[in-house]
């Protein structure tokens, strides 16, 4: 097909290559802007955050104004921040009361027998938040993650139950051995006979 002299797939060609030089014009400018600001210095700015003050690599905003888009580190969700793990005091009541948080227990069968307590966290490097960067984040659970998947040892039990697999994954490795000796999948003697 012919259109004003030229065929339309040649117009069509020349309108997405139009399109791609001006796209990427436009990154190109959009790249020298962004380098600019990231080598600039900020800027005391009325919007309530003043000049950070640099330490430990990352900048330190001091908190004025509320409508601030800055806001408080302890504000930051869990994905922006980094928490140590529960203090286990061991049943140290004194050592808890003076220090203020930490766990007398760790675990419980139900949720309501699982404390809860303050732990130590800090905005992670890069992320801009007003000071002060370490702060106490409250309500963190007083369990001890081991690292065991339930699905992966429910599954070496099934399979592999009969050699105590499952019970060197959870790191029971004293009755491992014991384990394998007693068959717990293959019980033959609850088979009913065929009489």
């Known amino acids: 097909m012919v259109l004003g002299g030229c065929p339309v797939s040649y117009l069509l060609l020349?309108?997405?290559a139009a399109?791609?030089?001006g796209n990427l014009l436009l990154l190109h400018c959009v790249s020298r802007s962004h380098s600019y600001n990231a080598t600039a210095e900020p800027e005391l700015t009325s919007a309530g955050a003043a000049h950070p003050e640099v330490s430990a690599g990352s900048p330190s905003w001091e908190y004025?104004?509320?409508?601030?888009?800055?806001?408080?580190?302890?504000?930051?969700?869990?994905?922006?921040?980094?928490?140590?793990?529960?203090?286990?005091?061991v049943g140290n009541t004194t050592a808890?009361?003076?220090?203020?948080?930490?766990?007398?227990?760790f675990g419980g069968?139900?949720?309501?027998?699982v404390e809860h307590t303050?732990?130590?966290?800090?905005?992670?490097?890069?992320?801009?938040c007003a000071s002060p960067r370490t702060f106490l984040r409250e309500n963190k659970p007083c369990i001890k993650y081991t690292g065991h998947y339930f699905i992966t040892t429910l599954l070496y039990s099934f399979f592999l139950g009969c050699f105590g697999v499952d019970r060197f994954c959870l790191g029971h490795t004293g009755t491992a051995p014991w384990e394998?000796?007693?068959?717990?999948?293959?019980?033959?003697?609850?088979v009913p006979s065929s009489r």
């Open 109 to 113: 069968q139900a949720y309501k027998d």
């Open 180 to 190: 394998s000796e007693r068959p717990k999948n293959l019980d033959l003697s609850r």
């Open 14 to 16: 020349c309108g997405q």
């Open 19 to 21: 399109l791609l030089l």
């Open 96 to 105: 808890s009361q003076e220090l203020g948080y930490g766990c007398l227990k």
């Open 64 to 89: 004025g104004d509320p409508n601030s888009p800055v806001i408080l580190c302890s504000y930051l969700p869990d994905e922006f921040i980094e928490c140590d793990d529960p203090v286990d005091h």
């Open 118 to 128: 303050s732990v130590h966290c800090h905005a992670l490097d890069g992320i801009e």
